[in-house]
């Protein structure tokens, strides 16, 4: 639960929306999703992921990248769990308990920054469409169509190419295929929300443009935007992994990072298929306590489940 | 005194409060005509030949079944219908100042300070996830230059104005912690918030339940009285101008067809349809037991005005004319009438009972 206030809160500096408009629909989104079983495992699961990412260096038995047990390490196999070692050593002679717990530090940290600068740049792009009138709206859904329309791997192998093969490079290449998803996402809802009676209200009180955009129908928009946002995490989680997995994440082989720890784990299978399942799994339940939470919070904002 | 008890609604209809008139005109409305057309289809026509005056402090009703253009007419005034598919056409003259060619910025001026406007549904017309104090104070600060604290002042005192209980709580709640009443209270609130010269409210009470109804009617005219707003109330049911009108004017689709001072239309309908629509109002002087005639047919049940009176598939009245032209609407003194066969001061249902 520690992300998600943060992420909910619609009063969101980022975004400019004035502090004293919405509360009363996410108080009341709160309310359900504290009932909810699934959010409650959701965000578990979240919560674990997030403490274990930040006291990684406290949880974890082993130095990062140790490699005490380099000389164990033979061309077809690696020593399995065994007193000391709980789930055995990698590839590359350290604990993989340890190496597990600090890759998920990588994943989180990727993620997140990631997912939160497809929504930044995705949201802003959604405002001027949504909020600007059909000029603008025109010219910002015809560039959204373009990145859009660039095959999400290939712009990553693209950006990694320019930026080189570092952290960075894989967080903007994330965020950019979110960047499209965000901007459509919260143009739509932006426009159907102005078509809204309270919306005639305003107009028909004067208020100026600006003011009955960021005021009121964005706070009113930001519901499936942060749903999206919350499900986005998890495949900000997995992408991280493919993108190192195809050895295009980070080139530092001392940083613990799931997916490069996956192919690793490749030559060796046969012999010791823990190696990838712990890395396997770890993504998979992340990305689920993320896909959980989404799901949850959608249901707990869907206008159909107000009263 | 007959006129006077129409409106079984509770509401104790005493005489009008007396107010002076000015005779200048504050808003003119003259050959208003409406059409929305999308692209490739035929253009259908929702106002037509609508021309009214109200002046200063007048209270002016509107009245016709759902579909007869009354929304759509004040949302020409308020220069709030779509940008596009729509086609307004006429003059819409506000303290001598053409409305329809005015730009959108100087309407924005206009909109909340000079004119405002109640709609019909409460529940959907406030921002659910923004605060009372915040939605009424924001309009205050939208059209003058005052500080957070004195337009947070100014809104309590507006709450407090239309009889909100405990309006310093209130600014802090949100729209559903609110009923229904409560909330066309708070709307209320925000569309005198800047004392406009002219208030539209679009049926502001059909959408309440029966019992509250009684209650918003008299706080709007309270704040109405004090204020000197003229007022154009748009309704379905004639009870509601009763007590509060000056002058009436009935549309049937799309078209005015009987304007007059409420008295003579009340006691002597000529329109076949204003009767009807009197006769379908419950009274507090008629015979007990007398049941309620409601008009026959439906506001479906209809001929286009360009082929005929629109009224001729419902009305008792029509002769073989009816179906022939299209009737214009003429002036008699102090009323205006579209119809060629009127009723006559025995068959109407007006005066005495
Ligand atoms: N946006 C619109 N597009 C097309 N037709 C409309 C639109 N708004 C209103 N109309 C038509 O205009 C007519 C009058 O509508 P309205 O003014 O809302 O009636 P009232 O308020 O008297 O119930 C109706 O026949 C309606 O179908
Ligand atoms: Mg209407």
């Not at chain 1, 143009?187 to 009121?216: E, F, K, N």
């Not at chain 2, 006129?3 to 200048?24: F, K």
């Not at chain 2, 409420?262 to 006769?279: C, K, N, Q, S, V």
């Not at chain 2, 214009?328 to 009323?335: D, P």
Request: with cysteine.
């Amino acid at each position: 639960m520690t992300m998600a206030p943060p992420l909910m809160s619609p009063s969101d500096p980022m975004l400019g929306v004035d502090p004293e408009h919405g509360t009363s629909l996410w108080r009341g989104a709160w309310r359900r999703l504290r009932r909810n079983p699934v959010a409650i495992l959701g965000a578990l699961l979240v919560l674990a992921f997030v403490l274990i990412a930040v006291f990684a260096s406290a949880l974890a038995p082993y130095a990062a990248n140790s490699r005490e047990w380099a000389s164990e390490v033979t061309l077809t196999s690696v020593p399995g769990p065994r007193e000391g070692n709980l789930l055995g050593i990698d590839r590359y002679g350290s604990d993989l308990y340890s190496q597990l717990l600090y890759g998920a530090r990588q994943s989180l940290i990727i993620g997140v920054v990631s997912t939160l600068l497809g929504l930044v740049v995705g949201a802003m792009l959604g405002i001027l469409a949504g909020g600007l009138g059909a000029k603008v709206d025109m010219v910002v859904m015809r560039i959204v169509d373009i990145l859009l329309s660039i095959p999400s791997l290939l712009l990553a192998v693209s950006i990694v190419a320019v930026l080189g093969q570092n952290r960075y490079a894989v967080m903007i290449a994330i965020a950019s295929a979110q960047v499209p998803v965000f901007a459509r996402l919260l143009r739509g809802t932006m426009l159907s929300q102005a078509r809204s009676d309270y919306v005639l209200a305003a107009t028909s009180l004067g208020l100026r443009r600006r003011t009955i955009v960021m005021g009121h129908v964005l706070p009113n928009s930001l519901g499936p935007t942060i749903v999206q946002a919350t499900l986005n995490l998890s495949t900000a989680v997995i992408e991280v992994a493919a993108l190192s997995f195809l050895g295009l994440g980070e080139s530092d082989p001392a940083v613990a990072e799931w997916g490069r720890m996956l192919v690793a784990a490749q030559d060796r299978f046969a012999s010791s298929p823990q190696l990838a399942l712990w890395p396997g799994l770890a993504i998979a339940v992340s990305a689920l306590g993320f896909t959980l939470l989404g799901e949850a919070l959608r249901e707990a904002l869907d206008p159909k489940g107000r009263r | 005194m007959t006129d006077d008890t129409i409106g079984g609604r509770g509401v104790n209809a005493p005489d009008v409060v007396r107010r002076d008139l000015s005779t200048e005109a504050l808003l003119t409305v003259r050959d208003l005509r409406v059409e929305f057309g999308k692209k490739g289809q035929r253009p259908t026509t929702a106002v037509d030949e609508v021309t009214f005056e109200i002046r200063r402090g007048e209270h002016l009703g509107i009245v016709g079944e759902s579909g007869s253009g009354k929304s759509v007419t004040s949302l020409a005034i308020m220069g709030l219908l779509p940008a596009t598919g729509v086609r307004v056409s006429g003059q819409i003259m506000f303290d001598g100042e053409d409305l329809l060619a005015a730009s959108e910025k100087r309407m924005r001026d206009v909109r909340g300070r000079d004119i405002a406007m109640i709609f019909q549904d409460p529940m959907t017309s406030l921002n659910p996830v923004v605060t009372i104090g915040t939605q009424i104070s924001e309009v205050i600060r939208g059209h003058r230059d005052m500080g957070k604290a004195e337009a947070n002042e100014r809104a309590v005192e507006l709450l407090r104005k239309v009889a909100m209980p405990d309006p310093g709580r209130r600014m802090k709640e949100y729209p559903h912690q609110l009923s229904g009443g409560m909330r066309q209270r708070v709307l209320i609130a925000i569309a005198l918030a800047n004392e406009p010269q002219l208030l539209i409210a679009d049926e502001p009470t059909t959408a309440l339940d029966v019992t509250i109804q009684a209650q918003i009617l008299e706080i709007l005219k309270q704040v109405v009285a004090d204020t000197g707003t003229a007022l154009i109330m748009i309704t379905h049911d004639l009870g509601v101008v009763a007590g509060l009108c000056d002058s009436v004017h009935v549309m049937y689709q799309g078209r005015v067809v009987e304007s007059a001072q409420r008295r003579p239309l009340f006691a002597e309908p000529r329109h076949p349809y204003t009767g009807g629509l009197l006769a379908s109002v419950p009274r507090l002087d008629s015979p007990r037991g007398q049941p309620l005639k409601p008009i026959p047919g439906s506001p479906t049940d209809v001929l286009p005005w360009t082929q005929g009176c629109a009224f001729t598939p419902r009305c008792a009245n029509r002769i073989d004319t009816c179906t022939e032209k299209t009737p214009a609407l003429k002036i008699e003194g102090q009323r205006a009438l579209r119809c060629f066969n009127p009723l006559t001061l025995s068959s109407a249902g007006g005066a005495t009972p």
